[in-house]
């Protein structure tokens, strides 16, 4: 557990435990609304995307959205879901960014139930229910901190107002704020994977609801929880939810009670503040949406949805693992094989290996020099990689130059790599060329070439660096090592 406040010493802590689940709401990537056809679209115009529908006008009526039940049902599959049929229900309040005063959603019948996610470090984390619901819309106060109390004006935008979106709510499984972001990230993967959403937590198109409890070790149940609501970085996940169990530790350490609440976090601040005292279900009157009927996904249509389902993440990482799995260092390799999938990377990956280039250097190359320009390594064509990656195994070119070429490649990803070779004067210094550079230098050089002779591998470096003044730095430093050491052994 990590704790920002050392107010308390830690020995107090350690008599606690916190427990933790996240509601993680994430916008479906539908052409339109969840119930009518004005567009889905992030950015636009204030108030320019909607109709009687999203704005819940008298006599308008809802119509579900097929692509929407698409996306949800694959989320579903993604998650471990068992997907059944449904029902819509009524969720009653009032909020000015809700103009039907009721947000349609689902309750005891959602559409996805008891799944789970497994984390890279093989940790479980259980899926309750993976629900639809219609977005709200936006509202933005005018006031120092941003926030309802203290404006002076507020202004609406509806254009969010109905777009689809997926509840995916978590079992109580998550323990430290490490695990929680984690689980988002993970998640995030995830669903990203099934094509259903962008999971851009910095366009608010996924947004957490953490639920946060401590007890102590000993105790059974559960602790009165409090909920943060929208946090929208894995960061201010992270820094909540410590702040959190530390402002709730404190309280039962000094025999007060945690109220249950929900809260925000204020990130100039650092901390959570009280929002509302916590609603129970019971508050928001929930009753069947009398305007849909129940939502009944065949069989045969669910299986449809699953065979024509973009792959897995899982699938996908395995994918590459297979092509890695000989290399000596396969094992420091797995973070990278993520990184590679997440950036969306792996189809080039597969493709540049498939031409023959050695699996290893490509994901390195891919995943630390095409770091920094991933739309432009997306570009990449892969045949054109592979002769790069070829030439660099093979020692016609050395890393150095190799790593070069390769952001040259970046910058225009329909030039060729013999075009730039050529273009940037790069000479290949092949092992031939590189013995006589190093017979002229050992000639030059006795002192230096007995010492290697007699055993001191610390020369090689001295010689690598005279190669490289001889060459501008386009010699293969391995190659260098490679010759010196044949010559030591006879
Ligand atoms: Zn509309
Ligand atoms: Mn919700």
Redesign the pocket.
Known sequence: MTIQNNSTDDSEYSEYEPTIGLEVHCELKTAT?LW???KNSFGEQPNTL??P??LGLPGSLPVLNKKAVEYAIRIGLALNCTVQPSIFHRKNYFYPDMPKDFQISQYDIPINTDGYVLLTDGSKVGIVRAHIEEDTGKSTHFSSSGRIHESTATLIDYNRA?IPLVEIVSAPDITSSEMAKSYVNELRNIIVATGATDGKMEEGSLRVDANVSVKKKDQIELGTRCEIKNLNSLRSLGKAIDYEIDRQIQLLNSQKKVIQQTRHFNEDLNQTVTLRTKEEAEDYRYFPEPDLVSLNPTGEWINEIKLNMPKLLIDRRQSVIELIKDSKEMSQLIGTVNTLVDQQLDTLFIETVGFGSDPTLTLKRLTNEAANSIDAAKKLNSKELAYLINLETSGKVSSTQSKAILSNLLENTSETVDSIISRLNIQSFGDKEIEQLLDNLILEKQDEFKRFVDGDDKVIQFFIGQVMKLTKGQANGKSVTQILLKKRNG
């Open positions: 609304k009518c056809g004005c909607i109709c529908v999203c109905g």
